[in-house]
């Protein structure tokens, strides 16, 4: 997807407080010694966890800059322009990616003690979700991690209750001489959402007071089932079930130079890389289904007239059961080569890729395949002032050949407090996503033929830490853009459009500990392209942040604020998981609120949460009921109380 301009990464949360940059290699002398840090997939740099309390949004799975349908764990959206940048075969169905963790989210852990870390939140309606991570080194050389993550809610309202189930699994070896380094991955997502189809819209039953309690309006399909607490239950009746499985095993043999450090009687071997030669193979599954069934104990069954209206769709029998599956192989290889033996973040990468695929579908059995070549030159100079990167990678033959992308990032460091200013390039050529293809159980258009799509974006970024003031922004050229109207009709824009986003994010001092965190985004298409976006996004934190007077708590408490521009939000398409453009509805929300109290006490940290105060009303009595919408029929709840408790503890 496209870059995120401005602080919704984070990068300025707690930059008064002093949190962000905390980690646990900083324990006191009463506590148990560690030192833990991880490396990215594609990165040898080291970087530490992050035990800030600021900024919720980094514990919580959806991004700060998504809407999503009501409760957690259904489908989201950003509401930023992100137009897909990934070149290549693409399912097509993401409308619960914020929910999935995938090669970007992995962590290859290396610490000198074993550590854990377990997270429980409650929210209102019985949400909960779960999570555990531990990671210890079986040996010195040798990591090995275990992550999970459940994540459930029945919802506010009815049919949207979710169930979604995360695992992970690494292994990092590397060889005492250095020379050889073995990375192992296996993870499963298991996404489950029932789909209501939005309230229905016959009456205003949100401003009736027989339906205070917001479980009893009826919606457009599920049926009237009864509220559910039981999060060990995955019984699915009428919604989206997306599964993936990946197995992944990179390994690397280098050739170089030897080299020993000696620090009093200890000698510390040292290996310098001048060649690398890599191989990487994956294996990956891909479930993904919609299904709409009868219910005998409530006397549902899917209604016929929902289909032919919104799909121009005939149920041929009482149930509709639409399933895309996916098996994929690749392997990869890869030369690496160093020009400057002590520094491993310059190199020249060449490599080939053979990608195999099988679909099976309602419609369709049959297998594809890809050959594609890609190339990087990496260059973070040794005194850090520069930072240069170029990648491409070409699809020669196959399924999606002629795709491309072409990436160049230019870094340079400007001031000592780690300033910069950052330019980069990107160009992608790609076959639209498989979801437009006419042999996919989730295309119900007529059949159409449709262009590469062409997007470029250019980005510019200007960051201070002192006057902690970043300006950072986007410029997308995009030609044979795709989307979809009318809940199932697929479209192409072949004209040529751009969309510029500005974004700025500003920590201020307004008294001695009272800080405002700022973040404002713009963003305007030119063009007639069936696109819709809200002018102005802005979201902003203003509270306390400090100790207390107590050495060892660190607290922040405040509201957050979150607000966009009226505009005329995409509707939501449940068979097909998909958000499209409308034309008809504006939806004007008022300011999002919420008010916060986080704290820290050594490795115990706690985040309360009251969400939705906008949601305030006093019309039949006082309440809250006056909703935000996220789309069309689709509200958000009244307020929402969360408790979350994360706890980190070495072994």
Do not use: C
């Amino acid at each position: 997807m496209g870059n995120i301009p401005g602080a919704v990464s984070g990068r300025l949360s707690g930059a008064f407080s002093g949190s962000s940059s905390d980690s646990l290699e900083h324990r006191d002398k009463y506590e148990d010694s560690i030192t833990i840090y991880y490396q990215l997939p594609y990165s040898v740099q080291r970087n530490n966890l992050d035990s800030s309390i600021i900024d919720f949004r980094k514990r919580f799975p959806i991004p700060a800059h998504h809407v999503f349908l009501g409760n957690t764990g259904n489908a989201t959206r950003s509401i930023l322009f992100e137009p897909n940048m990934r070149s290549g075969w693409d399912h097509g169905m993401h409308a619960f990616d914020a929910y999935r963790w995938g090669p970007e989210s992995i962590r290859f852990f290396n610490t000198t003690r074993p550590y854990t870390e377990l997270a429980y939140l409650l929210g209102g309606k019985t949400e909960q979700i779960i999570e555990v991570i531990h990671t210890q080194n079986i040996r010195p050389n040798w990591n090995a991690l275990f992550q999970y993550r459940l994540i459930n809610s029945p919802g506010y309202f009815k049919n949207q209750k979710t169930n979604h189930n995360n695992y992970l699994f690494t292994s990092w070896y590397q060889s005492i001489n250095k020379r050889y380094n073995n990375y192992f991955v296996m993870s499963s997502n298991v996404l489950q959402s029932d789909e209501n189809g939005g309230l229905d819209d016959s009456e205003d039953y949100l401003n009736d007071p027989v339906y205070n309690d917001r479980f009893n309006i009826p919606t457009k399909i599920g049926g009237d089932v009864e509220f559910g607490r039981d999060f060990f239950s995955t019984e699915l009746n009428t919604g989206n079930r997306y599964a993936d499985f990946h197995l992944m095993l990179k390994q690397q043999y280098d050739l170089g130079k030897k080299d020993s450090l000696v620090s009093d009687s200890t000698v510390i071997p040292l290996f310098y890389p001048r060649l690398r030669f890599e191989h990487v193979l994956q294996y990956g599954t891909y479930k993904f289904k919609f299904i709409d069934l009868p219910n005998p104990e409530i006397g549902y069954v899917p209604d016929t007239n929902y289909y032919k209206h919104n799909y121009d769709y005939d149920l041929l029998t009482d149930s509709l059961i639409l399933y895309d599956r996916w098996k994929e192989i690749r392997n990869e290889f890869s030369i690496y080569q160093f020009p400057d033996a002590k520094n491993q973040l310059q190199f020249i990468k060449a490599g080939i890729i053979l990608q195999n695929l099988k679909a099976f579908t309602n419609k369709f059995t049959g297998s594809f395949y890809n050959l594609i070549l890609q190339g990087e030159y990496r260059n973070t100079t040794r005194n850090k002032k520069w930072d240069i990167a170029a990648a491409g990678k070409l699809y020669l033959n196959g399924f999606n050949s002629g795709d491309y992308e072409a990436v160049m990032n230019l870094k340079r460091f400007v001031t000592k407090g780690g300033g910069y200013v950052d330019f980069s390039f990107r160009n992608v050529n790609r076959t639209p996503s498989f979801s437009f293809d006419r042999r996919s159980s989730f295309y119900f258009d007529t059949v159409k033929s449709f262009n590469k799509e062409n997007i470029t974006l250019i980005n510019a970024s200007f960051y201070l830490p002192k006057l902690l003031l970043e300006i950072s922004g986007n410029y997308f050229l995009a030609s044979n853009y795709t989307y979809y109207t009318d809940f199932y009709k697929a479209e192409q824009e072949n004209a040529l459009f751009n969309v510029l986003q500005v974004s700025l994010g500003k920590v201020f001092r307004v008294g001695k500990r009272w800080i405002w965190h700022s973040d404002i985004y713009f963003q305007q298409k030119t063009g007639n392209v069936a696109l819709n976006m809200p002018l102005v996004f802005t979201r902003n934190r203003i509270g306390y942040e400090g100790t207390l007077g107590f050495k060892k708590l660190n607290i922040a408490m405040g509201f957050e604020i979150k607000y966009h521009t009226p505009y005329k939000a995409d509707g939501y398409s449940p068979a097909i998981g998909k958000f499209f453009y409308q034309d008809s509805i504006k939806i004007s929300n008022r300011p999002d609120i919420a008010w916060y109290l986080h704290f820290r006490i050594r490795n115990f940290r706690t985040f309360f949460r009251a969400e939705n105060l906008n949601a305030i009303s006093t019309v039949n009595g006082f309440g809250f009921r006056h909703h935000n919408f996220a789309a069309t029929d689709y509200p958000y709840p009244g307020i929402n109380i969360k408790l979350g408790i994360y706890w980190s503890f070495v072994n």
